[in-house]
């Protein structure tokens, strides 16, 4: 079945530092892809998404690039701030019918970006 | 605030119980989807409901079932409870029950079993 599979963490950063977090998924055929953010005893949040092949999704100094060839959509921000601090999920849902149409989500990135 | 609404945001019970769990959905919003997060499984999908209609299934057990009602609030019913069942579970809603119409997420209901 689908799966996504990202670094776990817990990834520790300084503020001001390149931020990257990986991640790959195994699927038959092309999925929308997405990265959720979730902070302390919130629920998540869309980050930012992307629905076909070499599509940039962008929001808050955040990106990823949808990558068939190499099956990724690895999620980086140039410098981080403290705020940035959170759990950071990379996940997949199909365009159309067929099978669960819920989200299907990584392990989750812990991040934590010191002062 | 996501707009989307859970209630209670704790619940506490015992092994064999059954608990509801409710979720309202953000005005306008048809679908609503359910996910469990858990330490050992991690985010999982459990059921989507769209405009009263049952539309998806995922990794839900049998003793879990879920209804969306004419008001488009949603009731997630967990029975025979196992300790295994400790979570916490998310309601989601979206306007289209598609990739291209974000989800919106409630705050949870964190569910302990005793």
């Known amino acids: 079945g689908d799966s996504v599979t990202q670094m776990e963490g817990p990834v520790t950063l300084s503020e001001e530092a390149f931020l990257t977090i990986n991640c790959t998924y195994t699927?038959?055929?092309?999925?929308?892809l997405f990265w959720y953010v979730q902070y302390p005893g919130e629920g998540l949040q869309l980050l930012l998404k992307?629905?076909?092949?070499?599509d940039k999704g962008s929001n808050k100094g955040f990106e990823a690039t949808y990558r068939k060839e190499t099956t990724s959509f690895h999620l980086e921000k140039g410098s981080v701030q403290v705020s940035d601090s959170a759990v950071y999920f990379c996940?997949?849902?199909?365009?159309?019918?067929?099978?669960?149409?819920?989200?299907?989500f990584g392990k989750g990135t812990h991040l934590i970006i010191q002062p | 605030d996501s707009g989307v609404t859970q209630t209670p945001k704790h619940l506490i019970t015992a092994t064999g119980q059954r608990v509801t769990l409710r979720c309202s959905p953000r005005?306008?919003?048809?679908?609503v989807y359910w996910y469990q997060q858990s330490l050992d499984q991690g985010l999982q999908f459990l059921i989507q409901?769209?405009?009263?209609?049952?539309?998806a299934k995922g990794n839900i057990l049998e003793r879990f079932s879920a209804q969306q009602f004419p008001d488009l609030h949603s009731e997630l019913n967990l029975s025979s409870l196992e300790l295994g069942d400790s979570a916490l579970y998310f309601c989601a809603s979206s306007v289209e029950a598609a990739p291209s119409y974000e989800q919106y997420f409630g705050p949870g209901t964190r569910l302990t079993v005793t």
């Open positions: 409901y769209y405009n009263g209609e049952e539309r």
């Open positions: 005005s306008g919003d048809l679908s």
């Open positions: 992307a629905t076909k092949a070499d």
């Open positions: 996940a997949l849902m199909w365009n159309s019918g067929g099978g669960a149409d819920g989200l299907t």
């Open positions: 699927a038959t055929g092309y999925p929308s």
